[in-house]
Structure formats: structure tokens, C-alpha cells
Nanobody, 125 residues
Framework: VQLQAFGGGLVQAGGSLRLSCVAA????????VGWFRQAPGKEREFVAA????????YYADSVKGRFTISRDNAKNTVYLQMNSLKPEDTAVYYC???????????????????WGQGTLVTVSS
């Protein structure tokens, strides 16, 4: 599975962006997909994940109520709608896919098998 992340950019605090993760390859609909981010000088952290069907969604506490993850398996795409953005959301955002359906590992980056190239989100104050 090959992943490409799109949609990053510069936005003012309080604004919105929608990231897209487009997959190439068979059986994308069988993979869980997660979004992670890495800010300058910080470790990569979990943001959100969605299970293979789209019925299970998981969020980091820092983005609950502001970000929404969804997927369209017919388009091989996972979305991350980001609202009420804050300067601390500034980071490179990566999407990743994992074949395991274990819910407990949704937030663990070392459980993901495939990674996209990342897209930069900058939120100005």
C-alpha cells in the first residue's frame, strides 16, 4: 500500500483544514488508518485513527471535539477534518496504515505498516 497525504497549509488560529490520505494498492479497505504528527523538536504523536470499516474512530485527547477522521473506501481515501486549529497543532502530519485490527494499538506508531510522506500544517496566532 502506498500512501500520499495532501491538504496541509498555513491557516490562522481558529481556522480549518482538511487533510486527505490517498492510497494506492489493493485491499486498502482492510487496513486501519491513522494520522500522526510531529512538531519541530518533538516526538511523533498520535492524532486520530479509523478502523477498516469507518465505524470505529479514535482520537488523542488534545484533538477530541475539534478533529474528525473519516474514510471513503470507494475512493481509497481517509480524511482528517481539523477545526478550531491552534498554534500547537502546527506539525508535519503523516498518515499510516496498519493491517492489524487490534483496537488497543491504534495509537501506537510502531504498529503501522505503511506511511505517507507527510504534509505540513502551520497555524499562526
Amino acid at each position: 500500500v502506498q500512501l500520499q497525504a495532501f491538504g496541509g497549509g498555513l491557516v490562522q488560529a481558529g481556522g480549518s483544514l482538511r487533510l486527505s490520505c490517498v492510497a494506492a494498492g489493493r485491499s486498502f479497505s482492510t487496513y486501519a488508518v491513522g494520522w500522526f504528527r510531529q512538531a519541530p523538536g518533538k516526538e511523533r504523536e498520535f492524532v486520530a485513527a479509523v478502523n477498516w470499516s469507518g465505524g470505529g474512530r479514535y482520537y488523542a485527547d488534545s484533538v477530541k471535539g475539534r478533529f474528525t477522521i473519516s474514510r471513503d473506501n470507494a475512493k481509497n481515501t481517509v480524511y482528517l477534518q481539523m477545526n478550531s486549529l491552534k498554534p500547537e497543532d502546527t506539525a508535519v502530519y503523516y498518515c499510516a496504515a496498519k493491517s492489524s485490527r487490534a483496537i488497543a494499538t491504534m495509537g501506537q506508531d510502531d504498529e503501522y505498516d505503511y506511511w505517507g510522506q507527510g504534509t505540513l500544517v502551520t497555524v499562526s496566532s
